[in-house]
């Protein structure tokens, strides 16, 4: 039996109508008592037990029935349904091979009476993504004013707040303030009604939000691996979180309305936590070391999404997160909590239950240790994008390094337990890396060639905030490194990269791919430069949110001819040639877009200097493009004694076109090509649409 709405298949009828009901929305399931619809008949169920309790449904629920951690209202039949969905979820056992259950020691809470197993949704590989589709759309309730409106109702007392020090609406002074308080209250009453009626409107499934959250762990997490998803437990999980998670999966769908399902999302979690951050900040998982490490996710997530959106408001939005997720990280003790003491790693003869406790515990650890490194990623990403300094020091950095890939990546506890035991720990500070990486008698060898591939990445954008500090190579501001120092530590990076034995090949051509942007920076400011070409021929852009061109320290057609542009050009050559090698799943990095529009900057320059067709050395020498300099010999091959190829191109030498050891590649055919992967990358990151139709202009420019 198939579908009516997409190619699916069932092989029962009770499947097909329940599947179909997701494309229709239908409600056919309606209680006795109050007349409200649902769309499965165990919601109902559960519903309609709220109705035959002694107290009628008007008392809360103990403690323990709110995992959220929101501020607990009186339940009523009113907002039974809410409620109903939000804290009972009943898995059948085939549900529970599809989701985590959490801690095994962990107290459960236990359901008055199971749902029946044949009114359960097998269809989905999140089954409670069904509960959080009821809770967006329910017509008499809001996420948001559970977690924001309640905390200034008078019945409610003082606000549950992070410290609860703030004042009740009691404490406060008659008069004018009290109806400004309640009119700001009706204000954001309205405004959170409004965008939960966009979400009700938008067409939502349960379906959906599954797929779109499995996207978002077998496409985006690969790339940006914050998240775990075997011991991922959907119910244990703030709704901001799994709202951002859903809308940056939505940008891997297909259907041409996915992309505007996910922006309602999106803005529903930014309005959550706009108003509700003060209580979402502590919210604190059953195995994690302190509060408010999912909210620090949740404003990782929700700027990744907004930071690359195609929708300009959404960008402009976004900004006004940046940096806060340092700011509240500083304030739950992140930066202070202790690690996972390797003590506590359970010996192979000990039990299961052992074994995945302690799984469990070094997994919320690590996840709150990468929650912090992500966000000096996505500092420095910013920061390149928007051409705006960074958010914090990078240099100060005195987080350790992480665990390995291979532990964070396992599956099970027995398969983490071998990788942990076989494993030689070595573990130290970013700052420390950078003080190895800038030392003057130091080696690549003192960095470490086993960084994990999340240790490389914020290595990398530390430089990224060192290039952001100086952008005048003669005016160097104090205590920040000349580009030339920078260049020589990229050197020693670039080697790390290379012989590190622990990354996969796609992890390396990723680290390769922001390593060339970083050092493609060092020759120039390329924010500046795509801006200056912009304004003077009156190219309409909006990707830089200041549009007034700055000062270059030489116009684009004479820099064309300077080492430096040559030195720029390579390394444009390679992140383009990176991003074709990609492989087609793991082609979407979030720092492709900007990594992509700096090459295509470098490209617009040579042919308004009227150079097409460019010959450039047919191997490089990375360590020769970024030491070599003007009229130095000290880039030399070590076998002949003469300056090898790439050198002498650098430095704008004649190169003898011996053997292959020269090729020609044609700027405006390179364009053309590049046009073509924007066009597949706008389809994930939005923002590379704004940067396409520039591109556009530009090759018109040059022909």
Known sequence: MQCRYCPREFSKGEHLRRHERSHTGSRPFVCKICKRPFGRQDSLMRHERLHTRPDGGKSPFPPQFNPMNRPITPITPDSADREDTDLESHPSPTEECQINTGDCNAPQPQPPAPASSMDLDFELMWP???????????????????????????????????????????????????KAVSDVSKMVARWSSSITAAAESSTLTSTFLDECLHMFFVRFIPTFPVLHRATFVFRECIHPLLLNAVAIGSLYLGPKD????????????????????????????????????????????????????????????????????????????????????????????????????????????????????????????????????????????????PGSEAAFSANTAEEWLCIMRGELVNKITFKSIYRMAFSSTGDSSAIGYSLPALSLKVVLEGMQCFLSDNDDDEDTPIGIPSRADIRRALARIYDCITQNPTLSSTERLEIHLRWHSISLDTTANTTLLGRHICSNYNIEQHIWPNIKAGTLAADPATWANTPDARRALLHAFAIQDIVEQLPRGRAHAINMPSALFTAATVYAVYPIAGNVNVRIPTMVDWNDVLCTTAGSNMALTASAGFPSTTTQYVRGDAVPDQGLNMTTRNLLYEFNSMQKLFGCLKTQWGVASDMEQVIDQWIRLCH
């Open 128 to 178: 409670d993504s069904e509960d959080l589709f009821q809770l967006i759309t329910s017509p008499n309730s809001s996420m948001l004013h559970t977690e924001s409106i309640s905390t200034w109702d008078n019945s409610a007392g003082s606000p549950r707040t992070f410290n609860d020090q703030a004042p009740s609406i009691e404490n406060l002074p008659s008069g004018g303030n009290q």
């Open 258 to 401: 996915a992309v505007s399902k996910g922006e309602v999302l999106w803005r529903l979690a930014h309005t959550a936590v706009t108003t509700s951050w003060h209580t979402l900040i502590g919210h604190r998982g059953p195995n994690d070391a302190c509060s408010g490490v999912q909210l620090i996710i949740t404003a990782l997530l929700g700027q990744i999404y907004g930071s690359l959106s195609k929708n300009r408001a959404i960008r402009t939005m976004s900004q006004a997160f940046h940096g806060l997720g340092f700011t509240w990280a500083h304030s739950c003790g992140l930066y202070e909590s202790e690690q996972y003491d390797l003590n506590h790693l359970p010996d192979f003869t000990a039990s299961n239950q052992d074994k995945d406790r302690q799984w469990r515990v070094w997994i919320a650890r690590e996840i709150q240790q990468r929650s912090i490194l992500s966000h000096y990623i996505l500092d420095g990403l910013v920061a390149k994008l928007y051409g705006s300094g960074t958010a914090v020091r990078h240099a100060s950095n005195q987080l350790t390094t």
